[in-house]
């Protein structure tokens, strides 16, 4: 899991191939770096309905995936205050809309309260 999440971004921001990614770090590295490389809120808004309903169902059945995502969602709020007010507020919101719901249901209560928290300061 280490590795993935270390390397959640790398097909998204440095074009790294899926299978470059199995073949160096195995089949389970590449099955959640898949999974997370398609979860970021700006592609996912795109995406027809049913699209992120099976998306969201997907990244729910792996709490691995959920924490990854959870704790670069968590980190990327404590770096918020550099952002314009704007992005804080969006940011904030998506965080308040998409990743707590998912990430309470996952188990990770603490987790979710701490980014509710976190997202409602810029609120």
Request: net charge positive.
């Amino acid at each position: 899991m280490l590795v993935a999440a270390l390397l959640h971004d790398i097909v998204e921001d440095i074009h790294v191939t899926l299978e470059e990614v199995r073949i160096r770090f195995g089949d389970q590295v590449a099955q959640l770096v898949k999974l997370l490389s398609n979860t970021k809120l700006d592609t996912f808004k795109k995406y027809k309905d049913s699209d992120k309903q099976a998306h969201t169902e997907r990244l729910a059945q792996n709490r691995d995936a959920i924490l990854i995502k959870a704790c670069d969602r968590r980190h990327n709020l404590e770096t918020l205050k550099a952002m314009p007010r704007a992005k804080q507020q969006a940011k904030a919101q998506e965080t308040l809309d998409y990743y707590v719901p998912v990430v309470r249901a996952a188990g990770f209560t603490q987790l979710a309260d701490l980014m509710k928290k976190m997202a409602k300061s810029y609120l």
